[in-house]
């Protein structure tokens, strides 16, 4: 039997370019990288140099906070260059890739038959650790740490996002190898959230060793931090372990062959792409060439890895994010507007009744990245409190990170979310407020203190 949680407070950003269910094989790009700012609150320490020859799983750094968790390369190939930026910060290690991959071997197993230990060592040798998130701090899991449970997140109700049934279908057998060895690293559960407005595909009803739990209502309904926060919350000197569904294969695979096979389905979607699918790929691929196949417009464009709410603004030869599945083209905006929002544009978007956009809710916008304003006095709205699904003041939180007060900061549940659950509270905010950096401040300052 399964649990079903209904989201009723939040809003869906219905926008164009979905991509269509059609699945393709992504032109292998010439250079792959793996990106620092990527991970936070990690301290990279670098093991190559430029002209080092790699493999597929070859360490390129580990965290000197741990050196338990590495992170190794997603191909076989030459290390081009170690790019860093201001007062030295290392911001990508780029590999120039072989036409085929040449892997590390670190040995197939069934993780039934594996130790606790063994299991841990194998994903922390191979780089798939850093896959495994905790909260609280919305950062890298401690390998030395057991946590109380563990979510894998297998809907995403973002704009545009993936559809994990499609992707999923006949992977059953890959993602349950990778379940069993999740269920080797806690006493507790292993919680499997799929979407509940539709009938989820056999690879996730049929998979065994996990709690199944269908999620249905609108964003952020996917975002983990809720499905933690009715199924099993946070609380102070307790941690809960999270990953992304895709990210599951990954560590079956691992066990099935030995090796680190990097592949992943990335949703190509927006209203600048022309032609909007899946493609599989590879973890930290070039974009450079998928962009310039799929991409055409005369107008500017905004480049995103990851959605519109929570991706990261990437340059059209950039590289696809650690924890990214989805591509997203936008209209980059900017362009003047007589008489501002005053005019009742029926091709504007808002949660209030202001414009006629309440009139159309089947309606999908070409929304572009404008602000539609700059930041403000930071004014009592109630606006937040109509997206955010948790039993949480956020407008009191945001303030009391704002004014470094940790301990209303844990008494108001800071424990309990991550930036991307106020990405929706920056969407409606009358005072322009950058919540997720805020809620990211507050994340980090929490940790040192505690550490």
């Not at 990288?33 to 597929?56: M, Q, R």
């Not at 750094?61 to 338990?68: I, P, R, S, T």
């Not at 740490?145 to 059953?172: M, V």
């Not at 008494?411 to 950058?434: M, N, Q, R, W």
Request: net charge negative; charged share 25%; hydrophobic share 40%.
């Amino acid at each position: 039997m399964s649990d079903v949680l209904k989201i009723r407070r939040g809003t869906n950003i219905k926008l164009q370019g979905e991509a269509e269910k059609i699945l393709a094989d992504a032109s292998r790009a010439e250079t792959y990288a793996i990106k620092p700012p990527d991970f936070e609150g990690i301290k990279p320490k670098v093991t190559v140099k430029a002209g080092h020859e790699v493999k597929a799983g070859t360490v390129l750094m580990y965290d000197k906070n741990n050196e338990k968790v590495k992170f190794t390369s997603p191909v076989s190939g030459e290390v081009a260059e170690v790019r860093r930026g201001d007062k030295r910060k290392l911001l990508e290690i780029i590999i120039l890739a072989d036409k085929e991959d040449q892997y590390v071997d670190f040995g197939a197993a069934d993780p039934n038959s594996l130790s606790r230990e063994e299991v841990v060592s194998k994903l922390c040798d191979s780089g798939v650790w850093p896959f495994i998130k905790q909260r609280p701090y919305d950062v890298i899991a401690n390998p030395d740490e057991t946590p109380k449970s563990i979510f894998i997140t297998a809907y995403d109700s973002a704009p545009l996002a993936p559809d994990n049934d499609f992707i999923f279908h006949g992977q059953g057998a890959l993602l349950q190898k990778g379940i069993d060895a999740l269920a080797k690293l806690t006493d507790g559960k292993v919680h499997l959230t799929v979407d509940g407005s539709a009938k989820p595909d056999e690879a996730f009803t049929g998979a065994k060793n996990v709690v199944l739990h269908k999620v249905s209502g609108p964003h952020p309904a996917g975002n983990v931090g809720v499905h933690i926060h009715n199924f099993d919350p946070v609380g102070r000197g307790q941690v809960v372990w999270t990953l992304n569904a895709q990210d599951v294969l990954t560590i079956g695979r691992l066990f099935e062959s030995g090796k680190f096979d990097a592949s992943r389905v990335v949703a190509l979607s927006g209203s600048h792409v022309s032609d909007a699918k899946y493609y599989k790929t590879i973890l930290g691929m070039s974009t450079k060439k998928l962009f310039a196949d799929n991409v055409k417009t005369e107008e500017k464009s905004r480049f995103i890895s990851g959605n519109v709410l929570t991706g990261t603004q990437i340059a059209e030869d950039g590289y696809l994010g650690f924890y990214d599945y989805q591509l997203t083209v936008i209209p980059e905006g900017g362009e003047p507007r007589m008489f501002g929002w005053i005019l009742p544009n029926p091709d504007k978007f808002s949660i209030h009744r202001s414009l006629v956009s309440w009139l159309q809710p089947a309606k999908k916008y070409d929304l572009t990245a404008d602000m539609n304003g700059e930041e403000r006095p930071f004014v009592v709205t109630e606006e937040y409190e109509k997206v955010f699904p948790f039993d949480i003041y956020p407008v009191q939180l945001i303030k009391a990170i704002m004014v470094e007060d940790i301990e209303l900061m844990e008494a108001l549940g800071i424990y309990e979310v991550a930036p991307e659950d106020f990405a929706l509270c920056e969407v409606v905010c009358t005072s322009k407020i950058p919540s997720q950096s805020i809620v990211r401040d507050g994340l980090n300052m929490l940790r040192k203190e505690m550490s």
